[in-house]
């Protein structure tokens, strides 16, 4: 096929840049335009020198409608409100919409559902291999080990993380509800301060970290009497997610319009 052309939005950030040079390196893709807010400082300059891989000729702009029209997909790390009107605008233009923002409210992102009637929209918490292989292994394990395993998940990032949970424990809890056939949002534990009380049978707790320039830290604890089992992933590097959101970009160059997991990409639904 030819080279899959990119939209990468929100491009001046530090993952927008991520994306563009994971996209300089992976065969079958290239950007062909990169979009950033009105009034942004780096309008007008090249996203390629921008990203430190040599000049692209693909100018940063504000016009994301005509951007999304000339696109065969698009990579957006951005925030929840503008990865909603982004999905619009794929929606429009029929093309693969891959979603990795994360601090997404309850339900905030059930409109996705209707532009992925038009769009190939791939969504998850995390982009990377590893962390999805993760979540399969700890679904596995909340199938495997009864209540008497309490389950926890811990997360820690860098201090200018502004979400928490991460998107990445989230879908650690869901895999882990999900093993154990119970609704993540009648279990969560998001935080414990003063006189809690005895843990309840059943929840699943969340701890949070933040700090320094962690790129991101998961374990998943299944604590039982006597002993414990540990599942942990440690991101080393930006550009893993980077690469995985191109990876996924396609995956679904080629398929029907629908609402797909990097689940779906690794084949770890089958």
């Known amino acids: 096929m030819s080279e899959m052309r990119?939209?990468?939005?929100?491009?001046?950030?530090?993952?927008?840049?991520?994306?563009?040079?994971?996209?300089?390196?992976?065969?079958?893709?290239?950007?062909?335009?990169?979009?950033?807010?009105?009034?942004s400082e780096f309008l007008g300059q090249d996203i390629g020198e921008l990203a430190?891989?040599?000049?692209?000729?693909?100018?940063?702009?504000d016009d994301a409608l005509s951007a999304f029209a000339a696109a065969d997909g698009v990579l957006d790390f951005t925030a929840p409100v503008a990865s909603l009107e982004f999905a619009e605008l794929a929606a429009q233009a029929r093309i693969v919409h891959v979603i990795g923002t994360t601090g997404w409210a309850e339900d905030e992102d059930k409109p996705l559902f209707a532009a992925a009637r038009h769009a190939r929209i791939v969504k998850s918490g995390n982009m990377s291999l590893g962390v999805n292989l993760l979540a399969a292994l700890v679904k596995k394990a909340a199938q495997a080990l009864d209540a008497d395993f309490d389950i926890e998940v811990l997360e820690m990032h860098h201090k200018h993380k502004v979400d928490a949970p991460s998107g990445t424990a989230?879908?650690?809890?869901?895999?882990?509800?999900?093993?154990?056939?119970?609704?993540?949002?009648?279990?969560?534990?998001?935080?414990?301060?003063?006189i809690t009380g005895a843990r309840k049978s059943g929840d699943i707790g969340f701890a949070?970290?933040?700090?320094?320039?962690?790129?991101?830290?998961?374990?998943v604890i299944f604590a039982g009497e006597g002993e414990r089992i540990e599942l942990t992933h440690r991101a080393e590097d930006r550009q893993l997610f980077a690469k995985g959101a191109v990876k996924a970009a396609l995956w679904a160059f080629d398929k029907k319009p629908g609402f797909y997991s990097m689940a779906d990409v690794l084949g770890l639904n089958d």
């Open 6 to 39: 990119l939209v990468v939005v929100g491009a001046a950030g530090r993952m927008g840049r991520a994306l563009v040079r994971a996209v300089a390196e992976i065969e079958g893709a290239r950007v062909c335009a990169a979009i950033e807010r009105s009034g």
């Open 170 to 194: 989230l879908l650690l809890g869901e895999a882990a509800a999900e093993g154990r056939q119970i609704p993540l949002a009648e279990h969560s534990v998001r935080s414990r301060d003063g």
């Open 208 to 219: 949070t970290l933040r700090g320094g320039s962690v790129i991101g830290e998961h374990s």
């Open 52 to 61: 430190g891989v040599g000049t692209l000729g693909v100018a940063v702009t």
